[in-house]
């Protein structure tokens, strides 16, 4: 059975050791601390909180004085060594000193104390771990907390009278948390601060041990009977009255084994307790909490199991999404960076060939903004009557054409033209927008990416020159196709335009007609209709010499440049490439640590339930 409470203390201790204190915020690591049990020690302040805890222990390790000593929560370890082991004390926060002067520890426990909160007498919720290890201890873990209080003392705020209560309340109200309620005898057990707490947390009783201190102070004739047989206050566990030593005891230096002695003494010479003796007494609380504690582990283990498992499970998860650390060696890096690449390549043409939204938006810029585009060029001023007048008479020059303005309709046709460069050179630049949109989106959707900021911005920068290129290429090829239009002409258009349209230009007809303004509104209106098939044709080879330019060769070879570069790297470069954000480092080795104490404390635990 000793088994089952050092096994608790040892899973407590590697808690400890990988900084699992129980609690913690929203990114807090799964606690094995919480769910296993621990004594905590609640009294008013002077009730003598800390004399039952050395008497505990059998040793002299706390700091004593006036007003509130017990300034932070001490977490105290409690391991029993072979009876011929040295007995030392090891702090958390200097775990390579090792105490054998228990003064010294006293000392230490002041100044980390005072480390945190000043020489002042504020209080700290920040606790102090101490580890003793001992042949005369039990295996506990029993945590000494400041003294409850009415009021403030001078220095302090009046608000530290709330701040420790709700501190006591944070520990006692953990339901595998063991009351340890001390109430000095010599004050009235219905105004005892601990057992008004403890009956706040815990109304049954069920885990909460009444300790009455003093009892040697109590008034000539008075005696505490009533509530050392629970009739006072009833509790599922026993009383266990204690005598601890006095101040003037202290004074004298009267040791803990002299005390241990005369307390013994106290309870076998008593007329009013002399009954009760063996069940009295500092020793017998320290065993009947070992025994306790042994048989509450007993009925925990397997929520304890089930909790670990239940860690292990969230951690195994968290590690995955953390991914493995990262490689030392250059190729096993340049692996790496490839993969990453890969990883992100395959998320942005998913992007484009659909699975993943946005591909969409580049068919709306070819399905509305450029139609829309097309349909809003200024068409209709440049073939107005007077500007085609214009147009025509300063392409004839001083010789009026004789039959047909050739000259007059090949400048009009490449005015109207030009203004196709404006919606080509938009679509291009939508469409680069779009793109450039996607690489973002799909750098951020690479799971595998986010730990390297590094390589995830050097990815994007890859990606945003090689959209800038295709961006060039594709410009040119749609000025191109638009160019083309212009340079050529088709001439079946103008042979199958109706007779009646060159009637202007008829000889036989009178030559003012030729300078109406019907003629020249009719020239405007052949011109209109050759630039409207004209804008058809470009309306769909435009977004085809775009997809061709830009969409394809994104999705063929965004980073090909970027690939010969990190070919060419060297194992320093690649390095830094894969600097990965340094806080991730550490909660992969935080969750590392974790799962190894989880898995630990699971071989531990079932080598102890398959044992038994
Ligand atoms: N005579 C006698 N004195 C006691 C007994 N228990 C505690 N004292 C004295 O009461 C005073 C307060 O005891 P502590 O153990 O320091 O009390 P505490 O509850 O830890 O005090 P704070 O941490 O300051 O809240 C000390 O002077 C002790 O010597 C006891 O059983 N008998």
Request: proline share 5%; hydrophobic share 35%; charged share 25%.
């Amino acid at each position: 059975m000793e088994s089952l409470v050092g096994l608790v203390n040892r899973i407590q201790r590697a808690c400890t050791v990988v900084g699992d204190h129980g609690g913690g915020g929203d990114n807090a690591l799964p606690t094995l601390w919480e769910s296993l049990p621990s004594v905590v020690v609640i009294g008013g302040q002077s009730a003598g909180k800390s004399s039952v805890l050395e008497s505990i222990v059998g040793r002299d390790f706390l700091p004593r004085g006036y007003g509130i000593v017990t300034r932070r929560p001490l977490v105290l370890q409690l391991h029993k060594i072979e009876e011929d082991g040295t007995e030392y004390a090891e702090f958390l926060h200097a775990p390579k000193r090792k105490f054998t002067d228990f003064a010294k520890v006293r000392q230490e426990i002041q100044d980390e104390t005072d480390r945190i909160t000043g020489k002042s007498k504020k209080i700290s919720p920040v606790p102090i771990h101490l580890n003793i290890y001992s042949p005369s201890v039990v295996n506990l873990t029993v945590i000494d907390l400041p003294g409850l209080t009415k009021v403030a003392v001078e220095g302090q705020p009046q608000s530290v009278v709330d701040d420790i209560e709700n501190m006591v309340r944070s520990y006692v109200q953990k339901p595998n948390s063991i009351i340890l309620a001390i109430s000095p005898a010599n004050q009235d057990i219905a105004t005892s601060d601990a057992i008004k707490l403890a009956r706040e947390v815990d109304p049954q009783g069920e885990r909460t041990f009444g300790v009455l201190t003093k009892l040697d102070l109590m008034d000539r004739g008075t005696n505490a009977i009533e509530v050392l047989e629970g009739r006072s206050y009833r509790l599922k566990q026993p009383w266990v009255g204690v005598v601890n030593r006095s101040q003037a005891d202290i004074h004298m230096n009267v040791d803990m084994i002299t005390a241990r002695r005369r307390e013994r003494e106290y309870f076998a010479t008593s007329l009013d307790y002399g009954h009760l003796a063996p069940k009295m007494g500092s020793e017998y609380l320290a065993k009947l909490l070992s025994k306790y504690l042994e048989s509450i582990i007993k009925t925990q283990i397997p929520s304890i199991a089930s909790s670990i498992n239940k860690s292990i499970k969230e951690l195994e998860r968290e590690m995955d999404d953390l991914g493995r650390p990262v490689a030392v060696d250059a190729g096993a890096q340049l692996f790496t960076i490839l993969q990453l690449c890969r990883a992100f390549d395959q998320i942005f043409k998913e992007h484009l060939d659909g699975g993943r939204p946005g591909g969409d938006r580049i068919y709306a810029v070819f399905d509305n903004q450029l139609p829309a585009a097309l349909r809003k060029l200024p068409i209709d001023r440049h073939l107005s009557a007077d500007n085609v007048k214009k147009v025509v008479s300063q392409a004839d020059g001083y010789q009026p054409h004789l039959i047909a303005p050739e000259q007059g309709y090949r400048r009009l046709i490449e005015g109207a033209l030009s203004y196709f460069k404006g919606p080509a050179e938009a679509s291009v630049d939508a469409v680069h927008s779009v793109l450039k949109n996607l690489v973002r989106v799909s750098i951020g959707e690479t799971q595998e990416l986010r730990r390297f900021p590094k390589l995830q911005s050097q990815i994007a920068n890859a990606a945003y020159e090689a959209l800038e290129r295709f961006r060039a290429e594709s410009k040119k090829t749609t000025l191109r196709l638009v160019d083309m239009e212009s340079h050529y002409l088709t001439v079946d258009f103008f042979r199958k335009l109706p007779e009646d349209v060159e009637t202007g230009a008829n000889p036989a007809s009178p030559i003012v007609d030729r300078y109406a303004e019907g003629y020249y509104k009719r020239i405007g209106s052949n011109v209109s209709s050759y630039v409207g098939m004209v804008a058809k044709t470009l309306k769909t080879s435009i977004p085809k010499a775009v997809v061709h330019c830009q969409v394809r060769e994104a999705k063929m070879c965004l980073l090909d440049h970027f690939y010969a570069q990190v070919g060419r790297s060297q194992g320093q470069q690649l390095a830094q490439m894969l600097d990965e954000d340094p806080s991730l480092t550490e909660r992969r080795q935080q969750c590392a640590k974790r799962m190894e104490l989880y898995k630990s404390a699971r071989d531990d635990i079932d080598s102890v339930a398959w044992g038994r």
